[in-house]
């Protein structure tokens, strides 16, 4: 009685004390969920990084609709079609503007130690908007003398210190597909699956740098609307008007077809998703088994608590309390790991790998379901136990 009353006056849960009676059972256990956790953690953040870095261009094109040719399948497979399309777009009362891509990769030579690597190259008339950043015109400009390109300050290390070089003064010239370029700026973009860095350049200067390139045809076109235009409306109206050999889409459909290519064209997404759903098992069978051995341990107690008159919801409570407690106790190193983990990604290889409050939750629930799904099953053992033949 005495015991009971102290339990009750510091309201100790019978789950906690059950839990810190083997100190190191429980940490096992807090180890093998944290375990998990972060495995689903970078498996969801190398997924989604993958899709969110394969349109990083993508999203700071300055345009509310995209012209690209049905025959592109995604930025590292585009096709050509012809520039009068833009023009034709022109006819339509909603159009404002255009801006006319070239997209391709060419060869880069590493300035430092003369390595080549392959690039993403952007040609463009820097008269024109391409990019949503208030500085960029005044980089654009700069572009306007033959031979100068803008050179992406996060693309992979492998291409060089160029940003370095560029922003101590230093003149920067390299040689792009084999011919002589200068940098003449600096912008930040950001590598993706696809390209593990970007330049942007002129039309004429990437004609120069492509001479296969026919001089009539473009990648992808940029069509900017009057404000308060019915996007939806347009773009019906224009793949209606214009010839097939090109496909008009909105912006964000312009992203999601990028990012659906890299779902449902590779096998990477379903390679990431398998292995948190291998990391989601390996948690439960972890848990399951703590869960289970405690209970097993305790079952002498607990058929005694139910020849006392304790009823079996109560005790069945208990179980599904501890299971509570490792979720919690087994997330929280679990979200920190992720993001130290997230930072070292980000600083390694320069992709967008961020810790976002949606896969955070995410994460938390298959824990917490992990946890609770694996007490559960634990408690079928205590159900099925029999007062009488345990004494």
């Given at each position: ?10 309201k ?5 004390l ?42 700071l ?8 040719s ?26 404002i ?7 391709n ?98 039309s ?61 064209s ?73 993001q ?51 004494f």
């Amino acid at each position: 009685m005495e015991l009971n009353n102290f339990f009750k006056k510091r309201k100790i849960p019978l789950a906690w004390l059950l839990l810190t009676r083997q100190p190191l059972r429980i940490l096992v256990a807090i180890a093998g969920i944290a375990f998990a956790g972060i495995l689903m953690f970078m498996q969801l953040g190398f997924r989604d990084g993958l899709f969110d870095a394969s349109v990083t261009v993508h999203k700071l094109f300055d345009a509310d609709l995209v012209l690209i040719s049905p025959r592109s399948k995604s930025s590292i497979s585009m096709s050509g079609f012809p520039r009068r399309r833009l023009v034709q777009a022109m006819a339509h009362r909603d159009v404002i503007g255009t801006t006319s891509v070239n997209w391709n990769f060419l060869l880069w030579r590493n300035p430092e130690n003369l390595s080549t690597r392959s690039i993403l190259a952007l040609g463009f008339e820097p008269s024109k908007p391409l990019l949503r950043d208030s500085d960029f015109e005044r980089k654009a400009n700069t572009l306007k003398n033959k031979g100068r390109v803008l050179f992406d300050d996060l693309s992979r290390d492998e291409f060089g210190p160029i940003s370095l070089w560029f922003k101590s003064g230093r003149l920067v010239e390299t040689e792009v597909a084999g011919k002589r370029v200068r940098v003449s700026g600096i912008v930040s973009l950001g590598p993706s699956f696809g390209a593990d860095g970007n330049l942007i350049t002129s039309s004429e200067t990437y004609l120069e740098l492509s001479p296969g390139n026919p001089k009539g045809s473009i990648e992808i076109g940029l069509v900017r609307l009057k404000k308060g235009s019915d996007i939806d409306k347009v773009v019906r109206s224009l793949n209606l008007s214009l010839p097939s050999d090109v496909k008009v889409m909105s912006l964000k459909s312009f992203i999601d077809f990028e990012k659906n290519y890299w779902k449902s064209s590779t096998s990477i997404g379903f390679i990431f998703t398998l292995g948190a759903a291998m990391g989601f098992i390996v948690g439960c069978v972890i848990v399951y088994q703590i869960l289970y051995s405690d209970v097993s341990d305790h079952l002498p107690e607990y058929a005694t608590l139910m020849a006392m008159g304790y009823n079996l919801r109560s005790l069945l409570g208990v179980v599904a309390r501890e299971g509570f407690i490792l979720s919690i106790m087994g997330y929280i190193p679990a979200y920190i790991s992720g993001q130290a983990l997230y930072a070292l990604v980000r600083s390694s290889t320069k992709l967008p790998v961020e810790m976002s409050f949606s896969r955070a939750s995410i994460i938390f629930c298959l824990i917490l379901f992990m946890c609770m799904g694996s007490a559960l099953a634990a408690m079928k053992k205590l159900a099925d136990a029999d007062p009488a033949e345990i004494f």
